[in-house]
């Protein structure tokens, strides 16, 4: 099977269809977030940066996503990526979302109740992000650095998102964010899930009778 286009489409083009799917993607995403801290077996690393700076500052959960999305948007700019609808989006309705979620959902107390939500969080993710992302209303923050990234340098994406994400669970532990076994159990579901999902979710044009 060959993998589905995922390149940006211009709001303008059938968005009673598109914007739902990001907006709902998006929702989900942060809510899947906001579960898996709140199960206290591990984060994927960009939470537990999240986690450790939250712990540091009076800032929220959610309100410290969006300053780190902004602050990976300023790289946007030497790589020249553009952001689109998707991209703000992305920025403000996860903050708003897992903060949300977070305020509704206290911390597991019981072993049952954490992998419940460590697991019910890892698909949700990978569910959520296949439906933003095939969207195609632009990347997130932190997908835009990862190819910009990879377009400048010559790297392969793999290489790069490696490269990244072991950088920031690095920073995010020394800075006393929660590493688990959900870290590791998200770094190897997620790419399969989301490849699972994606073709059900991303949008094509159709076909001109």
Known sequence: MTSADLRPVPVTTAPARRLPQLFAGLVLYGTSMAMMTRSGLGLNPWDVLHEGIAGRTPLTFGAVTAVTAVGVLALWFPLRQRPGVGTVAN??????????VRWVLADARSLPWQVTLLV????????ATAAYVGARLGPGPRDGLMTGLADRTGRSVRLVRTGIELTVLAVGWLLGGTVGVGTVGYALAIGPLT?????????????PH
């Open 91 to 100: 920025v403000l309705v996860i903050a708003v979302t897992v903060d949300v």
């Open 120 to 127: 019910g969080g890892i698909l949700l993710n990978a569910l």
């Open 195 to 207: 490849q699972f999902f994606l073709p059900h979710l991303v949008w094509t044009p159709r076909a």
